[in-house]
C-alpha cells in the first residue's frame, strides 16, 4: 500500500516539473522569447522569467548577440569577363526578434542566399584589377546592399570581409609577369632619380667650389692691394721723413761741405754709363769755391788775379753716337763736339764774405 502511494508521488512531482518547466521560461540578457497563443503572437519579451500557459502559447527563441555567416567560394565573373573564386564573411545582428521571426522563415538562410547573390551582381561591375586593389570599396558596397535587404527582416549587416580572391591559372601567371615587369621598372626609375640625384650633388658641389675659389681669389686681390697701399703709404711717409731729415740738416751745413757735396754729385755723375754729359751753369762757381779752399787766404793780388775772369776755354766732349746695325744691335759711332764754357764768376773767400757781408 505505501509502496503504491511513493509511486504515485514521484509521478506527480516529475508532471509538476514538467509543468513548470512549460510555464516558466527563463531568457538571458541576450535573449528574447516571441510568443504565440493559439497561433497569435503575443510579441516579444524578456530579458528575464517569462509566464507561459502549457500546451497553449508556443515560445520561439531570438538571440541577439553579433553572428558571423561564412560564405563558401562563390564563382564570379568580373567586368572584364575574368572568371574569379571569392569567399567572404558576413557579420549580422538581430534588432528586431519580432520581425525576424514573423518577416522571415529562415533569416540565417535567407542572408547566406542574399549575400552570395549580391556578391555576384558586385563583382560583375568592377574590373579585375579593381577587385584585387580596391577591396574596402567593395565590402562597404556589399554591406550596404545586405543591410538594404535584411533591415525589413529585422537584422542588420554591420561588417562584409572578403577573405580571398582566387584567380585563374593564366592570370595569375600574367600578374606575377606585370609584378615582375613593375619592380624592374621601379628598380630602373630609382636608380635613374639617385644618379640624377648624384649629378645635381656634384654639380652643386662644383659650384660652391667654383664659388669659394672665387670668393678667395677676391679676398687675396684685396688684402694684395690693401697691402700695396699700405707700402706706398709707408714709403711715401719714410720719404717724406727722410726729405725733412735732408732739409733739416742741409741747414746747418756751411758753404765748404755744400761745395763737398757738390763735387761728389758730379763725381757720380761721371762714374755713370752713359756718353753724353750736360754740364751745369753753376760748375764755373763750384770750381772757383774749390779754388778758394784749396788755396785758403790769398794776397791782394792772388785775390785781384783770382777775381780777374779767366779767359774762356773749349772743353773738348767726347759723344758717341748710335747707329742701328742690321742685327737690331746698337754700334757706337765716335764723334767730337766742343762745349764752350763760359767765364767762372770770381768767388769770394770766406774772410772777403765776412767783410762783405750779405749780398
Known amino acids: 500500500m505505501w509502496s503504491i502511494s511513493l509511486a504515485a508521488i514521484a509521478i506527480v512531482v516529475v508532471l509538476l516539473a514538467l509543468l513548470l518547466t512549460q510555464v516558466i521560461r527563463i531568457t538571458r540578457e541576450y535573449q528574447r522569447v516571441v510568443v504565440f497563443r493559439l497561433g497569435k503572437c503575443l510579441g516579444a519579451k524578456g530579458p528575464g522569467p517569462v509566464l507561459l500557459l502549457p500546451f497553449i502559447d508556443r515560445a520561439v527563441l531570438v538571440d541577439l548577440r553579433e553572428r ?101 591559372g593564366n592570370v595569375q601567371e600574367a600578374m606575377n609577369r606585370q609584378m615582375s615587369a613593375e619592380r624592374t621598372r621601379r628598380a630602373a626609375v630609382t636608380e635613374a632619380e639617385g644618379q640624377r640625384q648624384v649629378s645635381i650633388t656634384v654639380a652643386e658641389g662644383q659650384q660652391q667650389a667654383r664659388v669659394l675659389h672665387a670668393e678667395g681669389e677676391r679676398q687675396a ?6 697691402g700695396e697701399r699700405q707700402a706706398k703709404m709707408l714709403q711715401a711717409e719714410g720719404d717724406a721723413q727722410a726729405l725733412a731729415t735732408v732739409n733739416a740738416v742741409s741747414r746747418t751745413l756751411d758753404g765748404r761741405t755744400l761745395t763737398l757735396q757738390s763735387l761728389d754729385a758730379v763725381k757720380s755723375l761721371g762714374a755713370g754709363p752713359g756718353t753724353t754729359y750736360i754740364i751745369p751753369a753753376e760748375l764755373t762757381r763750384l770750381l772757383g769755391a774749390l779754388g778758394g779752399l784749396l788755396g785758403g787766404e790769398a794776397t ?57 757781408g750779405p749780398a
Open 300 to 356: 791782394g793780388t792772388e785775390r785781384d788775379a783770382a777775381e780777374a775772369p779767366p779767359p774762356a776755354t773749349a772743353l773738348p766732349i767726347r759723344e758717341h753716337a748710335t747707329a742701328s746695325t742690321p742685327g737690331g744691335g746698337a754700334t757706337p759711332q765716335p764723334a767730337t763736339a766742343a762745349a764752350s764754357v763760359p767765364p767762372a764768376e770770381p768767388v769770394a773767400t770766406p774772410a772777403e764774405m765776412n767783410g762783405r
Open 221 to 226: 686681390r684685396v688684402l694684395q692691394a690693401t
Open 68 to 168: 558571423f555567416v561564412e560564405i563558401p567560394h562563390q564563382s564570379c565573373i568580373t567586368a572584364d569577363n575574368v572568371p574569379l573564386n571569392v569567399d567572404f564573411l558576413v557579420y549580422r545582428q538581430v534588432f528586431d526578434p519580432l520581425a525576424s521571426v514573423v518577416a522571415v522563415n529562415d533569416f540565417a538562410s535567407a542572408s547566406l542566399g542574399i549575400a552570395a547573390t549580391t556578391l555576384r551582381a558586385v563583382i560583375g561591375e568592377i574590373p579585375l584589377d579593381d577587385v584585387l586593389s580596391k577591396r574596402e570599396q567593395i565590402n562597404e558596397t556589399l554591406r550596404q546592399k545586405l543591410d538594404e535587404t535584411t533591415e525589413r527582416w529585422g537584422v542588420k549587416v554591420t561588417t562584409v570581409e572578403i577573405r580571398e580572391v582566387v584567380p585563374p
